[in-house]
């Protein structure tokens, strides 16, 4: 029995297909795509590539998606391989129950139906009843090539219309209210567009799933789209997305704009990568879809304070879901402009001399938070604080979050090295010969420099105290933490601790002090808990993801030296390269890149304590 049309996507969604085929095939960037050597013919010179979604040989001709890889490649029947990729996307695969059955077959029927419709509404459009509507298009400078391509129509009047045009076709009124095209009124059903222009809406494979209807004129509510269904969900559904996947494949830059129109302009003028949200702010969803095409997408949203709003809303939710592979670039428009109305008044030339303004997030998201913050008062330059930081730190990928700290940091306070207000530097009042008051003659004490060997001591010691109440990071960062120097009293309890965590038993707080008290460290432990608690503020009630951050802080400032550092990043782009879709390698390679980075510029030492 077939299985659910929404599952398999939601499959193929969660497992990338060059992560799958990578475990067996070692694939290199290629421009856009992954290639290696071909796993079904013999080959020297790579003739295999992986695309977003399927892969293709240009040797032998194999070609297929995920599923198909799978079941070729290990000899896997449908099923089988399915449930073998469900388990590695952490999915339960749905029961074959007749249920199941009549609901994909229902889908079937009412992606039929809003075809039916489609056709329709074109006839319309090129009839004489849509002609009001195609001069409007028209006006609006879409030729009609673009209108064709786009398959755009004309509702009608309404009353029924659509209804009595389908009714040849054996279509009947409680299958387009289920399509989302009738919706049931007090006196029946009635139809959920009429006198719009029509935009049908389509999935990332193409198929058919929803409308949207353009009032002509002025009128109020300028768009309408169709209600959620079974085959239409707002949050996952981007308007264009199949018309732009192949272009953004043949090199098109990733353009997320605001409405249908501006996407339908820039795809004329030659921008064929664009899409849009529909009715709702870009969503977590949206952008992983997006992410699949393009690592660097443009969001250009329109240039009014609305817009800006609204690329602020999409910056702060991207931070999110950041990675070094995954990020943005924002396209601020001239104020009153959008895409639309920017080619139509400057045409491709214009749109392309500001696409190539578009910014990094990184360069454009202080100026962003800043909009609208009160900086005058120390309060006020508080909450902003709290609030880049709260940016910062929003990021999941650890050390992407530090460069984002450290960035904003600076922004925030440019003229000292370390984000610190500086009074000594404070130009202050003036006396009567207009010169600034001498200081107060009070002798300072000058501060003893803190001892380099007992500052590193102390750190390591904190790093122990924090994987004795979060035992559970301990196989995290074994081997990190291995070349980390602590005093001799406690190298045997670091060894206590690799040796729990080698058992197998759950890693939890209770069970490794009762092993540790087992061994006769019970007054180790005590005095760790007590350093701690007293300059780490760290509690069992404090979160595993602060409990690692405060940890990697701590790794990140050890006095590691050069040499050692180099090392060991070597050995990490050894272990990187022969493992390139391995997450953990590539997060371990960039960790280590980072920390002798900072060890070059100087930038780790002991101000940072």
């Known amino acids: 029995m077939a299985l659910p049309a929404n599952f398999l996507e939601e499959l193929r969604a969660r497992l990338p297909i060059a992560t799958v085929i990578g475990k067996t095939v070692k694939l290199t960037r290629s421009g856009r795509e992954r290639k290696g050597c071909c796993p079904f013919h013999g080959e020297k010179t790579p003739s295999f590539y992986v695309y977003d979604d399927h892969y293709h040989c240009f040797g032998c001709g194999e070609h297929g998606d995920i599923i198909t890889f799978v079941m070729k490649s290990t000899g896997a029947g449908f099923m089988e391989a399915v449930e073998d990729l469900a388990g590695q996307a952490g999915l339960e695969v749905p029961k074959p129950t007749p249920q199941a059955a009549e609901a994909q077959a229902r889908r079937a029927t009412l992606a039929e139906v809003l ?3 489609c056709k329709e509404y074109q006839l319309w459009l090129w009839g004489q009843e849509g002609r009001a509507a195609l001069d409007y298009l028209r006006g609006r400078g879409l030729a009609d090539d673009t209108i064709r391509r786009f398959q755009l129509g004309w509702s009608g009047e309404g009353r029924g219309q659509l209804a009595a045009a389908l ?19 007090e006196r029946g059903p009635v139809d959920m567009f009429f006198s719009r222009v029509m935009f049908p809406i389509r999935d990332r494979r193409g198929m058919l799933i929803s409308f949207g209807g353009r009032i002509m004129g002025d009128g109020q509510p300028k768009y309408v789209n169709g209600p959620e269904t079974a085959l239409f969900s707002k949050r996952r559904s981007l308007y264009g997305l199949n018309l732009a996947r192949e272009a953004v494949r043949k090199g098109a830059p990733m353009i997320i704009a605001e409405g249908y129109m501006d996407v339908i302009a820039l795809s004329q003028a030659g921008f064929a990568g664009a899409v849009a949200p ?6 977590e969803e949206h952008l992983e879809e997006i992410w699949r095409l393009s690592p660097e997408p443009v969001v250009c949203f329109d240039g009014d304070a609305a817009g800006q709003r609204a690329a602020l809303k999409t910056a702060e939710m991207a931070l999110t879901q950041l990675t070094p592979e995954k990020s943005l670039k924002l396209l601020r428009l001239p104020p009153k402009d959008d895409p639309d109305s920017l080619i139509k008044r400057g045409g491709r030339v214009a749109f392309e001399a500001e696409l190539a303004k578009a910014q990094p997030l990184s360069a454009v998201l202080f100026d962003m938070l800043k909009l609208g913050q009160d900086v005058s008062t120390p309060e006020g330059r508080a909450r902003f604080w709290e609030r880049l930081a709260a940016a910062a730190n929003s990021i999941p990928n650890r050390v992407l979050s530090k460069e984002y700290f450290n960035l904003l940091k600076k922004q925030y306070n440019p003229n000292d090295k370390w984000g610190r207000t500086n009074p000594g530097r404070s130009q202050g009042a003036k006396n009567s010969q207009g010169r600034s008051p001498a200081p107060p003659s009070v002798t300072i004490p000058p501060r003893t420099p803190p001892d380099p060997e007992a500052v ?5 010691r ?11 990071m301990i196989l995290k960062v074994e081997e990190m933490f291995s070349r980390v120097r602590l005093p001799p009293a406690d190298e045997a309890l670091r060894e206590a601790l690799h040796a729990f965590a080698s058992t197998g038993k759950p890693l939890d707080t209770d069970s490794l002090l009762s092993h540790l008290r087992s ?13 701690a608690k007293a300059e780490l503020s760290l509690l069992r009630e404090a979160s595993l993801a602060e409990a690692e951050d405060a940890w990697w802080d701590f790794y990140e400032s050890m006095d590691f030296s050069r040499s ?14 022969a493992n390139p879709t391995d997450r953990a390698a590539l997060d371990r390679l960039t960790r280590y890149l980072h920390l002798l980075d900072r060890a070059r510029s100087g930038a780790a030492g002991l101000e940072e304590i």
């Open 115 to 117: 075809e039916a419709a």
């Open 167 to 185: 009714r040849g076709q054996t279509i009947k009124p409680d299958q387009l209210i289920e399509a989302g095209l009738m919706k049931q009124g």
């Open 278 to 283: 529909l009715g709702t702010a870009l969503t």
């Open 456 to 460: 590193q001591l102390r750190r390591a």
């Open 462 to 472: 904190l790093m122990l105290a924090i994987l004795l109440a979060f035992p559970v």
């Open 519 to 531: 061994l006769g460290m019970d007054q180790q432990v005590r005095a760790l808990e007590a350093l």
């Open 564 to 577: 050692e550092l180099q090392a060991q990043c070597d050995e990490a782009k050894a272990f990187y390269d």
